[in-house]
């Protein structure tokens, strides 16, 4: 683990988090602010994205150097809104140029730039045309994490490839998400149920895979509790559980 891709909230204060990157340093592991919303995708909500960065920077700006962040990743999906059915396009647009300023403001900062992606960008037009929308997020950030969650390392790579390949030619980087909580979507797309040495060995295959791209940075894994319990045979609640 070389990655850790830490979701920030508003009411841990600042020290925990400087406590936190130290000891990550340590380990050699950088840590990147995670955050994101659906919604952010709006025109109307750019600003909150911004105002995001801008903690991110301010913190930096008032931390010692190995209490800093080294990037940020944004997790926004507006496909789980009903405006997408209807407006894709639109959206996609807006998205888009929310995207610019974001980078921009990020890059600014000193900031490493990296978006959880779903894998079927390359299935969609920019919004400039002339290519893929993944292709152009890829070129906007410095990486992109792809939720390709599969329980078989071939189906995530087969789902990443075509990104992987753009990241090639663009010279970016490329994790491959996996999925270990439990979903309601289906037990095919997590690795939840299964053994941990069933999970190592399509893990495994991925890094085989991605071996053959300049672009694969490794895979990113979706979350950390469900990792470490799996890791230390520690059950979880399944989903359909948790409020019983």
Not at 13 to 25: E, L, N, Q
């Amino acid at each position: 683990m070389d990655t850790i891709f830490l979701q920030i909230q508003d009411e841990v204060p600042d020290a925990t988090y400087r406590k936190f990157i130290v000891a990550a340093r340590q380990a050699e592991i950088e840590v990147h602010a995670l955050n994101g919303h659906a919604d952010w995708a709006y025109t109307e909500k750019r600003e909150e994205g911004l105002a995001f960065i801008e903690k991110v920077r301010a913190y930096n700006a008032a931390s010692a150097k190995n209490e800093r962040f080294e990037g940020i990743q944004l997790d926004v999906e507006p496909y789980q809104l009903k405006r997408w059915e209807n407006e894709q396009n639109s959206v996609i647009a807006e998205w888009s140029d929310n995207m610019k300023a974001w980078t921009k403001a990020g890059s600014d900062a000193g900031l490493y730039m990296s978006a959880a992606i779903p894998f079927w960008l390359d299935a969609r037009e920019s919004a400039e045309g002339g290519g893929t929308f993944s292709r152009w997020v890829i070129d906007h950030f410095d990486a992109v994490a792809i939720m390709a969650y599969r329980d078989s390392g071939q189906q995530m790579y087969d789902l990443s490839k075509e990104e992987l390949d753009e990241a090639d030619e663009l010279g970016k980087k490329v994790w491959v998400g996996a999925e270990l909580a439990d979903t309601h979507e289906g037990d095919h797309l997590t690795f939840f149920s299964k053994s941990i040495t069933n999970m190592d060995e399509e893990m495994k295959k991925v890094f085989d895979l991605g071996a053959s791209h300049s672009s694969f940075a490794g895979v990113a894994v979706h979350h950390y509790e469900a990792w470490y319990a799996k890791e230390n045979g520690i059950p979880l609640a399944r989903k359909s559980e948790e409020k019983k």
